[in-house]
């Protein structure tokens, strides 16, 4: 008797979670057509979709108005809290259904912007990527300005001087494919020692002018990405390693290979087929792709690969590499003044010559860097906190997840999780 009942409860559980898994699915499904709805009306929305091509095609043979998305959003907001699993559900439901749950928070307030609502920089960015960056001062910065004064010593405006010494570590544009090429197979060797990839995975890299960013990734499905590199600007030597591991090993491409293959294709979950932009999703992608190239490249290691690879295939003189990197370290400090500059333009506190002034004053950034980073303010707005914020939360994660010591397969196990499974912004601070 007591086996039957103990097989009679499995059996129940077993067509509970089955229920569960076809709602979700079918909630799921509803949210890729919101998403792919939104791509209508916010070019930029949409960054990667490869589920069923049909979905896509009854999107474009008639648009939505906003209004109806945002009915529509509401009914499924409301569908899917009733579809909550039960607290003894196992982690990854949970984590399924919670974010579905925000995803679609964020996909109604970005609706809401579309249609006039105004919210302040941190309201923003709490809507759509569910974290609020910390507020600095111009005199918090004044510490690492010292220390680069101090580094860079001369006359006339810091920013010139680092300017002039940064001018040195440009990559020559007949070197640039080269180099980068070089820094792909560094990054793709360390992260395949440490992450298993489904064969077949691969990307193409092209080389594009025009843009506000300096790299993209263009998942397409099918353990494929396209990369574009931007060379409206002369590229300097650390952004090879930086953009190949953002971009790839173990960043974009990796994060999106592993959610097509551990949740799109192992479990059916058709909501994570389709990326959009303005979502939490986004701080996780940033966040992961920045602390990605700590990862894969730990500081002496770091210094290494640019020594004995990198500056070498560049022409450039490995000697430098040391007193290079101790200044750039030193800049990457100033790396909140970027956010701080975007929220006071996007407060309406100061103008675009005024941010940009901000970012060349705070942030070093050069006259045509900075003037670059306004028109990237223009068209992403508090998007930006999802590349610094983000990777401090990734990082304090993942080092406490993974004890924080020096083992390194420990942090890449925790990190392989985190970019496998759907944990919002808000759960990495647990
Ligand atoms: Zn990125």
């Not at 001087?161 to 020559?172: G, P």
């Amino acid at each position: 008797m007591r086996m039957i009942g103990v097989v009679a409860a499995a059996a129940a559980a077993a067509t509970m979670a089955c229920a569960q898994d076809s709602d979700m699915n079918t909630l799921g499904e509803q949210y890729v057509r919101l998403v792919l709805a939104m791509g209508q009306h916010d070019a930029d929305y949409v960054d990667a979709y490869y589920g069923p091509p049909e979905w896509r095609r009854e999107v474009d043979a008639k648009k939505i108005p906003l209004a109806e998305i945002t009915t529509r959003a509401a009914a499924l907001a409301k569908e899917t809290a009733a579809a909550a699993p039960p607290a003894s559900a196992d982690e990854l439901t949970r984590l399924r259904h919670d974010y579905l749950a925000r995803q679609l928070e964020a996909l109604r307030a970005r609706a809401a912007m579309l249609t006039g609502t105004r919210l302040s920089f941190d309201e923003e960015s709490q809507a759509l990527y569910d974290a609020v960056a910390p507020t600095h001062t111009e005199a918090e910065f004044a510490s690492v300005l010292a220390a680069l004064e101090a580094k860079l010593p001369g006359r006339g405006p810091l920013v010139d001087r680092y300017d002039e010494f940064h001018k040195q570590f440009v990559i020559a544009p007949d070197r640039l494919d080269a180099v980068f090429k070089a820094a792909i197979d560094g990054c793709r060797s360390r992260t395949l020692q440490h992450i298993q990839l489904p064969p077949g995975e691969s990307f193409t890299v092209e080389y594009v002018t025009g843009k506000s960013w300096s790299g993209y990734n263009w998942y397409q499905g099918n353990y494929r990405s396209l990369i574009q590199v931007n060379t409206d600007l002369p590229i300097y030597i650390d952004r090879a390693v930086d953009l190949a591991c953002h971009e790839g090993y173990p960043g974009h491409h990796v994060y999106n290979v592993l959610l097509e293959k551990m949740l799109v294709r192992d479990r059916g979950w058709v909501e994570f087929s389709v990326y959009p932009l303005h979502s939490p999703q986004s701080l996780i992608a940033e966040g992961s792709a920045n602390y990605g190239i700590d990862v894969a490249f730990p500081r002496p290691e770091r210094l290494q690969f640019e020594r004995t690879v990198i500056f070498p295939t560049a022409g450039l003189d490995a000697g430098a590499v040391e007193g290079y990197y101790a200044v750039l370290s030193l800049v990457d400090r100033l790396s909140y003044a970027g956010n701080e500059a975007a929220r006071r333009y996007l407060n309406g506190q100061i103008d675009r010559a005024a941010a940009a002034r901000w970012l060349e004053r705070y942030g070093l950034y050069s006259t045509p860097r900075a003037q670059q980073r306004v028109r990237f303010i223009d068209q992403y707005r508090s998007y930006v906190i999802n590349y610094n914020l983000g990777k401090d939360m990734v990082a304090r994660y993942v080092e406490a997840e993974s004890g924080g010591g020096s083992d390194t397969s420990r942090r890449w196990d925790v990190f392989t999780r985190l970019l496998s499974s759907p944990r919002l912004p808000s759960g990495l601070a647990r």
